[in-house]
């Protein structure tokens, strides 16, 4: 879960350091969506760390229930469906972003022209 929470880190600051017409265009039109969806992300995520911790310190040698068991396998659930919804959005940032840089022609650098 801590590699999940990275991840998001990490789509976050590209989303939040791009630049150009179609992200301004995506931040003008779904900031509130989006911001939304990484707060339900992270939360979701830091509930599933704590079940995780609750379930191991319920269980024990002498435990007959399977609760714990139980505890760690909807933490797991969660994680992998908050997962599958941070590919999705990161997949979309990373699109936006090409796409800005695909139609935004870019010169070659002064030292490169004259080769």
Do not use: H
Request: net charge positive.
């Amino acid at each position: 879960m801590s590699l999940i929470a990275g991840f998001a880190g990490t789509a976050i600051a590209q989303y939040g350091s791009s630049s150009g017409p179609i992200v301004n265009a995506l931040r003008g039109r779904f900031s509130r969506t989006i911001r939304r969806n990484w707060i339900s992300i992270t939360s979701w995520l830091l509930i599933c760390a704590v079940l995780c911790i609750v379930a191991m310190s319920i269980d024990g040698e002498k435990a007959n229930t399977r609760g714990s068991q139980w505890i760690f396998e909807a933490a797991l659930a969660v994680a992998v469906m908050k997962f599958t919804r941070l590919i999705f959005l990161f997949n979309l940032i990373l699109k936006t972003v090409d796409a800005d840089s695909n139609a935004t022609p870019k010169s070659k650098p002064p030292a490169m022209r004259d080769f």
